[in-house]
Nanobody, 124 residues
């Protein structure tokens, strides 16, 4: 049974850093595209980053480019999102997702499976 479990969220002050983890179970994610998304109250789900599990490269939304970095540990079936210089507007529930598409992208509709999410709150 396929599952995705996020962890690493919490409360951080503006300018601080967090690293989110997503452990994939029930499938080998190196055959998939993996993505990170977030959703703030009252807003649509926003694509942040994606990476091809076989090492095809990473893509980032403009809102996080230069601050967030996505990476993988294929042996552990785990993806990470390193978040630096966090801002209050980064406050949201963060989700990881998996897509069987051969074309990498950060459109929510292309992703087949989703984790439960982890809360990130940026506040002083």
């Amino acid at each position: 049974q396929l599952s995705l479990v996020e962890s690493g969220g919490g409360l951080v002050q503006p300018g601080g850093s967090l690293r989110l983890s997503c452990v994939a179970s029930g499938f080998r994610f190196d055959y998939y595209t993996m993505g990170w998304f977030r959703q703030a109250p009252g807003k649509e789900r926003e694509g942040l980053s994606c990476i091809n599990g076989s090492g095809g490269g990473t893509h980032y939304a403009d809102s996080v480019k230069g601050r967030f970095t996505m990476s993988t540990d294929n042996a552990k079936n785990t993806v990470y999102l390193q978040m630096n210089n966090l801002k209050p507007e980064d406050t949201a529930v963060y989700y990881c997702a998996a897509s069987s598409s051969v074309v990498a992208g950060i459109h929510p509709g292309m992703y087949d499976d989703w984790g439960q999410g982890t809360q990130v709150t940026v506040s002083s």
